[in-house]
């Protein structure tokens, strides 16, 4: 432990203006830290909507922010510095502001790694050292920084497994530093706004937010309450329970990861003591679920490793294997998934829960994100979008790593032909029904015998249980038979396109948007190697990816399409089908969680079977078992 108390003798007079982003909390701190150490702190929160362009936080997410900088000030007050708040339309602008105020001649903050954090910073630092300012970040957010792990040539891993192996094998030792007990604030005075000036939420908001007070309590003691509390009671049965929809199987700490009220590395401590004590002890039980834990602390690592070597991933595939998807951009589905009114009923009640309560099981994540891009043919990036405006724990690179991996975006996620039968999937996951009766009270008097598919249900079943299809609750959106003909057809139109675009591009692979673009226009980059990095002038610490040619090869879109090729899905024809693309604006996509009430005219006829097509692997008839699947190294399930 390192203690990084500001009562040390060697204490400094210098002035650091401490920069919180998502970092709330007050325990291993590191900017916080060293600059308490150092002398005089000026803490800020900045806000600056104009710069979150379309990754404004939604709703639930903005209200979990309100009451966790509440709790931060109070923290800070409690130790003798005011939290500052500033609203802004530009956060270099407001930097200076302090800097000025105070005469502060240090920054100093903690890093982040989504594809716009990465930018902005890299930016600030730049303009802030050019005045003369020392700039300092520190790592608060990982286990290990992205460009700490990498394979023997230096390059960027592309499969979890290698990777979480590789940061295993390197048994670093983590050093949490002590909290500051006392603060001394520099003194100096900016408009600072209350928490309510913000404008975090509306008011029009209040009313849907009073429910999440009941479920959630944010802030960064009430993170490590949550920490012990799952530790203490639920860790040694996590491999055993979180496969659970209902009760608290897993942590709950996303929301708690995503603002930094608690630190990974002392998630990590707590778990690790545990399973050195369950080693010991013999208990294989809690052994594994230790090692899940972890793996699962693991996919947040990745999450942010690959934001920060493939930039491009918030709107462009790893694979680059969906460019030429033909996408089925209707809106009328998008609004059917949205409000949970597909016609069946595991994903309705996935869409119902998230849009009532903010937070769904990582399992309904998987069913309602494939559904959405498998049987919908919806651009992956709605779905990302839509998830980013209405999770609580809405967090950009782990949304990204999420839809990545089941869109057939990454080597070792579910292939694009996987289609999960949703019906087999509730029998599974939800075999007493007691999911969906909870969120879809229309279906609370269905037998579980036909709860998962009412659409095959007797009639006389549907008239005991108050069900008229169609009218109270809907028939399927898309018949399955048809859904799993229609991704054929997608998959094989993607393949000719890509053949025929790689036949007539003298093997150069030209970076082209998804088909669903025109929804955002970054600056793109390719493949970034780990050992290609650079150092920002500024300090020792965040670095950035390098911006590469966009013409160099991906050799990940190789390696896939190599293997398509070895199992004869890899279709030679010249001719490029003209209904390739369908775009979508900037401003439908700021609002995709409106709500809405169009429905779409839906298939009538019920199904009793359909024929697997050679190579789309639909679980229909055999279920897999989340452990045994074909997820390779990756199982997100
Ligand atoms: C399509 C899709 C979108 C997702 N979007 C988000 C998102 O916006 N924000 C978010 O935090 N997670 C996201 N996830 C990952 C995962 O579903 C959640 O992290 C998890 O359900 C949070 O519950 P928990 O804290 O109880 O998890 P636990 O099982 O207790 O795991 C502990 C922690 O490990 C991390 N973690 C676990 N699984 C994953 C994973 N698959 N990917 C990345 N980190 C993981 C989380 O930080 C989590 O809090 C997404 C998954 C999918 C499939």
Redesign the pocket.
């Known amino acids: 432990m390192d203690a990084g108390s500001s009562e040390s003798p060697n204490m400094g007079s210098n002035k650091t203006i401490v920069w919180f982003r998502r970092d709330l909390r007050i325990e291993d701190n590191p900017a916080l830290t060293a600059a308490a150490r150092d002398g005089f702190v000026y803490p800020v929160y900045i806000w600056c909507p104009k710069e979150e362009g379309q990754f404004y936080p939604g709703r639930v997410s903005r209200w979990w922010l309100k009451q966790s900088l509440a709790h931060l000030k109070q923290s800070l007050k409690s130790l003798g510095a005011d939290l500052v708040l500033m609203k802004t339309r530009s956060t270099i602008f407001s930097l200076l502001e302090c800097i000025n105020a105070t005469g502060a001649t240090k920054v100093a903050f903690n890093s982040l790694y989504d594809p716009n954090s990465l930018v902005r910073d890299h930016d600030i630092k730049e303009k802030l050292v050019e005045l003369g300012i020392s700039v300092h970040s520190y790592n608060a957010d990982l286990l290990y920084e992205p460009w700490d792990v990498c394979d023997e040539s230096g390059n960027a891993f592309t499969i979890f497994k290698e990777y979480w192996d590789k940061c295993l094998l390197l048994q670093k030792e983590f050093v949490s530093t002590l909290p500051p007990w006392k603060l001394r604030q520099a003194a100096g005075t900016v408009d600072n706004y209350s928490i309510e000036e913000l404008g975090l939420e509306d008011e029009s908001e209040k009313s849907s937010n009073a429910l999440l007070a009941r479920a959630w309590s944010p802030g960064w003691s009430n993170a490590d309450k949550a920490l012990a509390e ?1 530790v203490e009671n639920h860790l040694l049965e ?1 491999a055993k329970n ?1 496969q659970q929809l209902i009760g608290s199987s ?5 929301p708690y ?2 603002f930094g009220e608690v630190s990974v590395c002392n998630i990590f401590q707590k778990v690790r003591m545990k399973q050195i004590l369950w080693a010991r002890e013999g208990n294989s039980v809690g052994e594994q679920s230790t090692n899940l ?1 972890l793996r ?2 693991g ?2 690592e ?2 942010r490793y690959i934001c920060f070597n493939f930039p491009f991933t918030h709107e462009r595939s790893l694979l680059s294997s969906l460019k030429f998807f033909p996408w089925h951009a209707s809106q009328d589905n998008f609004k059917a998934w949205r409000q949970g009114r597909t016609g069946y009923p595991l994903v309705d009640a996935g869409m119902r829960e998230l849009w009532a309560s903010g937070w769904i ?2 399992r309904i ?2 069913i309602v ?1 494939s559904f959405a891009v498998k049987v919908l043919l919806l651009p992956w990036k709605w ?1 990302m979008k839509y ?2 405006d209405t ?1 609580l ?4 690179e ?2 990204i ?3 990545q ?2 869109s057939g975006s990454l080597p070792d996620g579910h292939e694009l032909e996987r289609l999960d039968d949703p019906q087999i999937q509730g029998s599974k996951f939800d075999p007493d029904g007691e999911y969906i009766r909870h969120w879809l009270p229309e279906l609370a008097r269905m037998p579980t015998e036909w709860i998962h598919h009412p659409w095959d249900a007797p009639q006389t079943v549907l008239q005991a249980s108050g069900v008229e299809l169609g009218l109270n609750y809907p028939r399927p959106v898309v018949e399955l038979d048809l859904a799993v003909e229609r991704l054929t057809e997608a998959i094989v139109k993607m393949r000719e396109i890509e053949a025929a675009v790689g036949a007539n591009s003298n093997g150069t692979n030209e970076v082209v948007m998804d088909n669903a673009d025109g929804i955002q226009r970054l600056p793109t980059t390719n493949v970034v190697s780990v050992a290609k990095t650079c150092a920002t002038n500024s300090s020792n610490d965040q670095k950035v990816p390098t911006i590469q040619n966009s013409k160099v090869n991906n050799p990940l879109s190789r390696k896939r399409s190599k293997a398509l090729e070895e199992r004869g899905e890899f279709h030679h024809n010249k001719n490029i089908p003209s209904e390739a693309g369908t775009s979508k604006s900037d401003e439908d996509l700021r609002s995709t969680a409106e709500s809405s009430s169009s429905k779409k005219p839906t298939p009538t006829t019920s199904r009793t079977s359909f024929s697997v097509p050679q190579f789309c692997s639909s679980s229909k008839g055999q279920p897999q078992s989340s452990e045994e699947n074909s997820d390779g190294g990756f199982n ?1 399930g």
């Open positions: 799952f996590y979180r897993t942590s709950l700490l996303s990861l995503h834990f699962a602390i996919f947040r990745y999450s099981h990582n994540r998987v994100s779905g998830f980013w999770l724990d809405a967090d950009l782990s949304d790593l999420g839809w991996y089941i997100q």
